[in-house]
């Protein structure tokens, strides 16, 4: 599967504020999927958008799917500190190939 | 969302010694799995595909004979780094395919070797 590039890299809100990364990826895909990591963690699959919708909630989830940008967005809303970990977006295609991912958006919500 | 189980969590272990990370979806079948290594602050780098009944496939730069993954049944992968040495140090993750296109991770295991 192909990488999807994070933007920023790095992203320092205060708690409360509403927190938004963008991912970028070049070919065509089936659907695209966020993860949060804290540090020393896992991946945890935050949610999975599919090519033909264009927008998904989940609590203070919302992505965004632009196929003909080849882009996607996360928004967090009403931050809290809890939030702060690192976000990868990672596009897939319906083989049964591994995720690639690039480098993450870094977000630090400050108390 | 799916569930997946890696053990242990941490390892600390001598140099020269070999260490098995283990690797289970709880909820779901996996006849494909995914074993990553993460470097601090970096981001997850794939190392082996590893598909039940079958030989794992390596990524290119990763020995095969160093890290030795068996996908025994459809609920387990095990990765045992061989001979570990100081340099082996790192965190490695394992996800499952629970269908097309959507993977969950474990944990990860934090490897120790001194």
């Known amino acids: 599967s192909q990488q999807g590039e994070e933007d920023p890299q790095a992203l320092s809100i205060q708690e409360g504020e509403n927190a938004t990364m963008n991912c970028s990826y070049k070919t065509s895909i089936n659907n695209l999927q966020w993860y949060r990591q804290n540090s020393g963690r896992g991946l945890v699959h935050l949610i999975l958008i599919r090519s033909n919708e264009r927008e998904k909630h989940s609590g203070r989830l919302r992505v965004t799917l632009d196929t003909s940008k080849k882009s996607s967005s996360l928004l967090i809303t009403a931050s809290r500190a809890a939030d702060t970990a690192s976000y990868f977006c990672a596009p897939g295609d319906t083989g049964r190939r591994a995720l690639t991912f690039g480098s993450g958006t870094r977000l630090q919500v400050q108390p | 969302g799916a569930v997946v189980s890696q053990h242990p969590s941490r390892v600390i272990c001598k140099s020269g010694t070999s260490v098995k990370i283990e690797c289970r979806s709880l909820?779901?079948?996996?006849?494909?799995m995914f074993w990553y290594r993460q470097f601090p602050k970096k981001s997850l780098m794939l190392m082996a595909t590893s598909n039940e009944g079958s030989k794992a496939t390596y990524e290119q730069g990763v020995e095969k004979d160093k890290f030795l993954i068996n996908h025994a049944s459809l609920t387990l992968s095990t990765l045992t780094v061989t001979s570990a040495h100081p340099e082996d140090s790192s965190f490695y993750i394992c996800s499952g395919l629970s269908s097309p296109g959507e993977l969950f991770f474990g944990e990860g295991s934090r490897l120790t070797v001194l």
């Open positions: 909820d779901f079948q996996a006849t494909t």
